[in-house]
């Protein structure tokens, strides 16, 4: 249990939908990351907040955006949902961009 | 029809054998780097990282090898254990441009 938690675990829901994702990050983290891992596509990074501040930007579209709160914990927002968004969705936390990442389980995404 | 997917790399290895696991970065300007281990269904978890201004580094049965000349990077698993049976990958991260780039990954199999 790396400490990092997201809910839902699963998310099923149709084209065009909105859905947003949550992470609670370790206990002291500051940095919350975004990722999305698709069967062809690999891991790729979306984006970063530190203390409630975006960071860094990954491959990241602009149907999606992010925010950090003041607790720390963040969501992502996808919208105008596509069948190519189906993946797994990974939030990380780490106590600052020059410290390791630790990994929550995953949220699976399923367009339909 | 035709399945689309990302096809890994693949590594074979008897168990208690040592297993080297290799990745090509592609950024100079990265600094920073990490190995993860991603089992079926899981997040990914840190193994070990180094920075730019090692060479080797080395953790519990596990050595990270860095060769910045040719951009490459390795993991060796001493002793390999069915339970390292998983994807592993690399990330290269430049500190200072805030860029995060994950490999695509090797899937490692241990035959008992």
């Known amino acids: 249990d790396s400490g990092v938690t997201q809910t839902p675990k699963h998310l099923i829901t149709a084209t065009g939908q909105r859905v947003t994702l949550r992470c609670s990050p370790r206990?002291?983290?500051?940095?919350v990351y975004w990722y999305q891992q698709s069967l062809d596509q690999g891991l790729q990074f979306l984006i970063q907040?530190?203390?409630?501040?975006?960071?860094a930007k990954g491959n990241i579209l602009e149907r999606f955006s992010a925010q950090q709160f003041p607790d720390l914990h963040s969501e992502l927002n996808l919208s105008s949902l596509e069948l190519g968004d189906s993946a797994l969705y990974f939030c990380?936390?780490?106590?600052?961009?020059?410290?390791?990442?630790?990994f929550g389980p995953g949220t699976r995404l399923t367009v339909l | 029809g035709e399945s689309v997917g990302l096809h890994l790399p693949t590594l074979s290895v008897q168990e208690g054998d040592n297993s080297i696991i290799n990745c090509a970065y592609s950024?100079?300007?990265?600094?920073?780097f990490i190995w993860y281990k991603q089992e079926s269904g899981k997040g990914p978890q840190f193994i070990i990282d180094?920075?730019?201004?090692?060479d080797k580094r080395q953790g519990q049965r596990v050595t990270v090898l860095l060769n910045k000349t040719v951009k490459h990077l390795s993991l060796q698993i001493a002793a390999t254990q069915p339970g390292d049976s998983a994807v592993y990958f690399c990330?290269?991260?430049?500190?200072?441009?805030?860029?995060?780039?994950f490999g695509t990954g090797t899937s490692l199999t241990v035959i008992p």
């Open positions: 990380a936390s780490s106590v600052s961009f020059r410290n390791e990442q630790f």
């Open positions: 206990s002291g983290d500051l940095s």
């Open positions: 907040y530190y203390n409630g501040e975006e960071r």
């Open positions: 950024n100079s300007a990265s600094d920073y």
């Open positions: 180094i920075r730019s201004n090692m």
């Open positions: 990330a290269e991260i430049s500190l200072s441009g805030n860029q995060f780039y």
